[in-house]
């Protein structure tokens, strides 16, 4: 079945029960009774439903990675790691490290490649001031490790796609 025909259907289907329980109705050329602010309600819905199905990724194969992050042996608590694609035509992938711990996802994972890997490591400097804004944090990992990060992984790799990076300033 196409997407074009499940698209119709569905909003056939939503024309006929609106039509049938319509307090207000306006005739219209194709003499159906119908509401147009509701109808286009009813063709906005079923676009937009159709729209997000569950189709595959047409692109390369991505992989899930993951792994630890220390410096000098204790765990980053709070942070961000990216693999940025060495390639001119790679795409970049990221996620969130706690408790010296990061992983992502196959659907959100780097393709196959040279990665420069780029780290953040936060660490909270004093008192919550403002509930929306949370506590002042610092930036804990030199920049050797983000910026300027010489760090890189290869992908896929022998280590079932684990990375452990221990950082030493």
């Given at each position: ?10 909003l ?14 306006v005739r ?28 595959e ?45 990061y ?20 660490e909270?400097?004093?008192?919550v ?13 030199p ?27």
């Amino acid at each position: 079945m196409s997407i074009h025909t499940s698209a119709r259907g569905a909003l056939s289907r939503a024309l006929l029960i609106y039509t049938m329980f319509s307090p207000r109705a306006v005739r219209v050329p194709m003499n159906r009774f119908v509401n147009l602010s509701v109808l286009s309600l009813f063709c906005c819905a079923a676009v937009t439903l159709v729209g997000c199905g569950s189709a595959e990724y047409p692109g390369p194969q991505r992989y899930p990675v993951s792994g630890t992050v220390t410096i000098n042996g204790k765990p980053i608590e709070e942070g961000n790691i990216t693999f940025r694609s060495s390639e001119e035509k790679g795409r970049s992938s990221s996620g969130a490290i706690e408790n010296g711990k990061y992983s992502i996802e196959e659907k959100q994972g780097p393709i196959a490649g040279q990665y420069k890997v780029e780290i953040l490591g936060y660490e909270e400097i004093g008192e919550v001031k403002d509930e929306d804004m949370g506590a002042a944090t610092r930036q804990i990992v030199p920049v050797q490790f983000n910026e300027s990060s010489s760090l890189t992984a290869t992908l896929p790799s022998d280590s079932g796609n684990e990375f452990d990076f221990d950082l030493k300033p």
